[in-house]
């Protein structure tokens, strides 16, 4: 079975991989479900005879076991590429869609450079944008979310669990709020799947963005959402094609997509029992973890994801950190931007100095990792940072 392989894989390499906020390996359920449609059942989605019929079905089956996942409607649901992708689309579309109401995005600091990159570009057309500060926590200000908001304020654009920390935003209460003063909000909830419930029709978020990888489907594909009952409109600024509501062209991944769809639903149909599991993996770790001198959990005392440790070490030379770790697949931020040798904008933004945000490290856990893993990473971790100390002595 794919388990057994990949745990002996594991094990044969000697390396533990706790850094499932990065990626996940595919499900072998979601595996089986895919094979099919790359060889057996290959017609193009939009092909009007019986192997594109047959494709189609299967593209809107996974589309429907996405929205259920989710608490939203299967036509609100566009694919993409993947959440990167998904967040161009919606903030471009959104925002250029509505520029004669205002030009003022509200966002965090702390976002995914995804999310900051585009409203970079944005701000290039001329959109304004203000950048929210964390507290020491990770944690939003909501007197001066409140206070940030303007008549000129089209979009809030805030995350729902934080990549590198797992810090969970209040976006409910947020959008409430910005609803309040007629503004949109978009949200990316793409650490949030598969790990807490996420009911969009509850939320009542304008648009929203996740993927496909993170929730143990196939790399490059992900999906937007938009509000039908708040009638969103995006502004296109993809063409060539009709597919996914004319607003992403081209021709339909239908084995990802079908994977996708298989994921979501394997997922969120365990998703109680697994996030109670991921904490108490999560709390033995921590619990070892304080016991090191100079240790910091990021985070520690608001509400954040189950499977996710942002640990500081004070005092030792954080760039070499990662390097020495040679047993763990860890990380010390983002997958976007790790093979950068810089201190994380997240802990930069909670109040850390350069050198103790770069001796960082993201642990994330998921459905394949133990007990045992837990207190090896110990180990590990614990060997290398006294090493550190030693040398600095």
């Known amino acids: 079975m794919y388990t057994c392989t990949y745990r002996k894989t594991m094990a044969a390499n000697n390396r533990i991989y706790l850094d499932f906020n990065a990626t996940t390996p595919v499900d072998q359920k979601v595996l089986d479900a895919m094979l099919p449609y790359f060889s057996e059942h290959f017609g193009n989605a939009t092909s009007d005879h019986s192997y594109g019929w047959y494709a189609d079905d299967a593209l809107e089956k996974a589309r429907r076991q996405i929205s259920s996942s989710l608490g939203c409607r299967a036509n609100e649901i566009l694919f993409t590429s993947g959440a990167t992708e998904a967040a161009n689309l919606g903030l471009m579309g959104f925002c250029k869609a509505n520029q004669h109401k205002g030009n003022h995005i509200i966002t ?64 409910k209460l947020i959008t409430e709020i910005a609803q309040e003063h ?28 996740f993927s496909s990888h993170k929730v143990y489907g196939p790399k490059g594909i992900g999906a ?14 993809l063409f060539g094609g009709s597919q996914e509501q ?26 109680e029992e697994e996030s109670n599991r991921l904490l108490q993996l999560r709390n033995h770790l921590e619990q070892r973890l304080l016991q090191v001198e100079g240790v910091k959990i990021n985070g520690k005392d608001v509400p954040r994801l189950s499977n996710t440790t942002n640990v500081s070490f004070s005092g030792i030379e954080g760039s ?61 971790i614990d060997k290398v940072v006294n090493q550190f100390k030693t040398v600095s002595v």
């Open 108 to 171: 965090c600091k702390t976002e995914h450079k995804a999310i900051l990159e585009t409203l970079g570009a944005l701000e290039n057309q001329g959109f304004q944008v203000t950048y929210l500060d964390v507290d020491a926590q990770g944690s939003i200000d909501l007197d001066q979310f409140q206070k940030a908001l303007l008549s000129s304020t089209i979009l809030v654009c805030l995350m729902l669990a934080n990549n590198e920390t797992g810090v969970i935003h209040p976006i």
């Open 182 to 209: 007629g503004v949109a909000v978009m949200s990316d909830i793409t650490q949030a799947v598969g790990k807490i419930p996420v009911d969009l029709k509850d939320l009542n978020i304008d648009l929203t963005i």
């Open 224 to 237: 937007l959402y938009l509000n039908k009952k708040n009638q969103v409109k995006l502004e296109k600024h």
């Open 246 to 271: 004319g607003l992403r062209p081209g021709t339909l991944n239908v084995p990802a997509i079908v994977g996708f769809g298989e994921a979501c639903e394997i997922i969120t149909s365990k998703i």
């Open 320 to 380: 070499k950190l990662l390097l020495h770790l040679k047993r763990l697949a860890v990380s010390r931020g983002s997958a976007c931007t790790a093979n950068l040798v810089s201190p994380s904008h997240v802990l930069m933004a909670m109040g850390h100095d350069e050198q103790t945000a770069l001796a960082s490290l993201r642990i994330s856990t998921g459905k394949h990792t133990t007990v045992a893993d837990m207190d090896l990473a110990f180990e590990e």
